[in-house]
Each structure stands twice: as C-alpha cells, then as structure tokens.
C-alpha cells in the first residue's frame, strides 16, 4: 500500500483505466464522476466502457477496496483531472453535429471551433475547498496551450494557498489509443509539464509507479502544446491520405494499392484514407492549435478541412450508387418499389470500439435517415444501440440491401465471404471506403 491518496475526476476513457491502474499499484484512489448510473455499475465492479482487459482490472481495483466511486471530491493527496475537453463549435444556426461543409470548411468564415474548457473549470473549482498544502494537481485533459496558467490556476488560487509553494501543479496529458488503452498506459512514454520542478518530480513520482515507458520533464505549456501538435500530425497525414484518394479516384486508379506500393520505400509511410477522422481526439484538437495561433497553423486548418468535407464526398458516392441501383431495378420489373435499400457497415468512429464520438460513419448513416427515397440500415457489432437509428443483424442487412457502404472495417465485416457477395451481386453493390475488401 502506498501513502498518497489520489482522486481522479472523471471517469470516462482515460480516467477509469487510469484509476484502476493506480488502484492495482496500491494507491487509494477515490474516482469521481457526475454519472450516477456508471457509479452502480463500477460499485459492481463493472466498466461502463467497452475496452480489452478493463473491466478485469477495473474489478480487481474495487474489489481489493483499494479503488472507491462517488459523486462527490474528497481530500486527498493528488488530484487528477481526466475530464472531457470537447470543441465549441459555434455554428450560424448555433448547434454542430458533425462534418458542416460540402466543398471545403464554412469554419473560417462563419462559425469557429474552440476549446469548451467548461468541464476542466468545473473539475478545478470542485478541488478548490478541498485542497491543502502539498497537495499535487495533475490535469491529464487535452487543453489548448497555456491552459493551465491561465485558469486552472487562477481557479486553484481561490484556495489562499501559495502556487507554486503550497500546491504543485503538472500536465500529464494522456496518449493512449482506444482500443489498447492499458497497454499503451504502462508502455508508453510520457511527458510531464510542471509549473516549477518539484510539481515535475512528485507527478513524476506518481507516474513512475506503473508507466515503463520513458518520462520526459518540460514546463506546461510545452506539454500542452506536444500532445495537441501529436494528433495535429495525425490528422495532416490523414488528410495527405485522404487527398492521394482523391487524387487516384480522378485519374481512375485505386488509391490503397497506390499507397501500399508507395509505403514500400522506406522512407513512406502514408496512412490510410477513410470516411472521415472522428474520436474525440484527432477531429477536435487540432482546432485547438489553431485557436492559440491562427494565422500560423494554416497547414492544420487545411487538414481539418479536408478531413471534415470528406463524409460529403461519401455521401454523394453513396447517392450516386444508389440512384444507379434504382435505375437497374426499373427494367427488371421493380418500379413499384421507390426507395433503395442502403446497408451502412459501422457507425463507430474507427474500428472495433463502441465510441460514436465525432463519428464519420454516423454522420454518414444519419444523413441517409433523413432520405425518402433510401430505406436504411445499419449494422454494427459495436456500437451502442438506439431506438432511433434502424440497426439490423448483418446477414439480414446483406441480403436486403441493394448499396453497402463500409465505413468500419471492424473485424466482423472482414469475416464475410465478399468474394461470393460479389460475384453475386456485382462490384457496384459495394463501396468499400476503408480499402478492407481487397
Ligand atoms: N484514421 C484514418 N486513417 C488512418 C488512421 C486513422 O482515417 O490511417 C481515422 C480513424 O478511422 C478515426 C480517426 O482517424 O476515425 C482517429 O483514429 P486513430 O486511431 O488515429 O486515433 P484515436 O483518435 O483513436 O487516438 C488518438 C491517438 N493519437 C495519435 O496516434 C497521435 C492516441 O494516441 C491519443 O491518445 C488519442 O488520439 C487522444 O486521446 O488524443
């Protein structure tokens, strides 16, 4: 058993896992989360989040006694904020549900994206009568640059207490990728930002105890800024993809067997073009990049754009597919039937994970419920299922369906036998917008 009493607030992706990682390495951790329906289900012992291995450690974590959810912050020796920093996607009609534009992004002109930083004031204003001196604060959300000096710590200093002196303050941001959060949470390096050097040494501390990977020391801003310029050169590379897909589709020559063969240098390495970049992660931070500097993070913005339009490119495909499907059906003596049956495989935003966040896919699907002439269908092994969306079991979608587009190449949809869908069917029956069926 270790001395130091931690409380993590909030317990969505990151903080869940990392709550019960410092649980099994012996902290008492307090996890504190709004959402009174997870707290009864981690009570039980039981992860309201799909991820591998988390609902072994998260029960081994409550069961040993050494891992306690409430509702409510209590004092302790550390504070970990792991809350949720969405973009504040101000819109002319004032409401964002996903991709805005059709040919490029509106964003620059008539609406902008920022940081909605509302959950990690709310998270810093909740410590603020708890803490005392020594205690360490650890802010582990995604925040545009000088976050923390700027008002996390004005918020803290509400407390009396001297920063730096009484109270250390540190940005750990999280790198995890879902879908292998626990493994990535002990191997990967991380970067600690302090306001001075003793915050770096006791975050440091704290993450040493289960991290193998490196640890790297830096100042706050520097910290803040690495893990936004991380998914920033994520994003660019997909757009890089996502425009060689473009590119390849005017010539009429596939893209995926251009960007394989190029990756065969070695110095290549293109990633993948798709529907659309979701998560809560790559589709929003890159705009917070561009918020601390606008004028220089052109090349970012261009990125976002190109990432954000691309469901619109989707969709018109799928359009075209389906108006095509209708006209086949006509001289074969189906008149009478007007809509067309369209099968969305995945509506999650990547590959076998049940997060619909910014989800590409979903967009997609939602875009086509609202078509009189198209009769919807989805399948998706994983996603949370909702009475409004009209989900099918896959077999049942596949013999229905006169258009398939695959959005999600989660592992169940390479399972199927496309070679003899195909040969049935025709190639024009499926979009393959992840390059999966080969
Ligand atoms: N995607 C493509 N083509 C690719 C790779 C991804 O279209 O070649 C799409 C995915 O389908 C998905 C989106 O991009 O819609 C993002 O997926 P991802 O797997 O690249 O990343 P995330 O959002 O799941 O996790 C990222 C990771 N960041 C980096 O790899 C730099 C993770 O390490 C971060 O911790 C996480 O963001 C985060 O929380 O910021």
Same mark, same amino acid.
């Given at each position: ?39 009864? =289900? +981690?009570?039980?012992? *039981? ?24 509702? &409510? ?20 009609? %004032? ?15 008539? %609406?902008?994206? $920022? ?16 803490? @005392?001196?020594?205690?360490?604060? !650890? ?27 009484? !109270? =250390? ?5 999280? #790198? ?24 770096? /040494? /006791? ?60 990756? #065969?240098?070695? @110095? ?5 073009? %798709?529907?659309?970049? %979701? ?18 993070? #052109? ?20 359009? &075209?597919?389906?108006?095509?499907? /209708? ?11 007007? &809509?067309?049956? +369209?099968?969305?495989?995945?509506? $999650? ?16 699907? #939602?875009?086509?419920?609202? /078509? ?21 079991? +896959? ?18 949809? +390479?399972?199927?036998?496309?070679? &003899? ?16 069926? *080969?």
């Amino acid at each position: 058993m270790r001395d130091e009493r931690i409380c993590v607030l909030g317990l969505g992706y990151i903080g869940l896992p990392t709550a019960s990682i410092l649980a099994t390495h012996g902290f008492k951790v307090f996890g504190v989360d709004k959402r009174k329906e997870i707290l009864e =289900s +981690l009570r039980c012992g *039981k992860a309201h989040i799909k991820e591998p291995g988390l609902n072994t450690i998260v029960k081994a974590a409550v069961q040993s006694g050494r891992l306690v959810v409430n509702e &409510k912050v209590c004092r302790a020796d550390v504070f970990i904020i792991c809350v949720p920093t969405p973009h504040n996607h101000v819109s002319p009609a %004032g409401q964002f549900t996903g991709p805005l534009s059709r040919e490029g992004s509106p964003f620059n002109r008539r %609406g902008k994206k $920022t940081a909605d930083l509302s959950f990690v004031q709310q998270a810093a204003e909740s410590i603020v009568s708890y803490l @005392r001196p020594g205690n360490l604060v !650890i802010i582990e959300s995604t925040v545009p640059p000088k976050t923390v000096e700027n008002i996390v710590m004005p918020i803290l200093a509400k407390s009396k207490l001297r920063i730096p002196g009484d !109270i =250390s303050i540190a940005h750990c941001p999280e #790198r995890v990728l879902p879908g292998n959060i626990l493994h990535e949470l002990v191997s990967n390096d991380r970067i600690i930002g302090g306001i001075d050097i003793e915050s770096c /040494r /006791r975050a440091e501390n704290i993450y040493a105890s289960f991290t193998r990977g490196e640890i790297y020391l830096t100042d706050c801003a520097t910290a803040e800024t690495i893990k936004l310029v991380e998914n920033a050169f994520r994003d660019v590379n997909i757009a890089f993809a996502n425009e060689i897909e473009a590119i390849c589709e005017h010539i009429g020559i596939n893209a995926w067997e251009v960007i394989r063969l190029a990756n #065969r240098h070695p @110095r290549v390495k293109i990633l993948q073009p %798709g529907p659309g970049v %979701g998560g809560h992660c790559i589709a929003v931070d890159p705009w917070f990049l561009a918020q601390a500097a606008p004028a220089q993070a #052109r090349l970012v913005k261009t990125a976002r754009t190109i990432n954000d339009s691309k469901p619109w490119r989707v969709i018109a495909k799928i359009t &075209k597919s389906l108006a095509a499907a /209708r006209r086949r059906r006509v001289p074969l003596g189906a008149a009478g039937k007007k &809509k067309s049956a +369209l099968l969305c495989l995945g509506i $999650t935003y990547k590959a076998n994970v049940d997060d619909i966040r910014e989800s590409p896919g979903l967009f997609i699907a #939602r875009h086509f419920l609202k /078509r009189k002439n198209v009769e919807l269908m989805i399948a998706d092994p994983h996603a949370p299922k909702s009475d409004d969306l009209p989900f099918v079991d +896959l077999e049942q979608g596949l013999k229905k369906a006169d258009v398939i587009a695959l959005l999600v190449n989660h592992r169940e949809f +390479l399972q199927v036998n496309w070679k &003899k869908i195909i040969s049935e069917k025709g190639h024009d029956f499926i979009l393959d917008f992840k390059g999966a069926l *080969k």
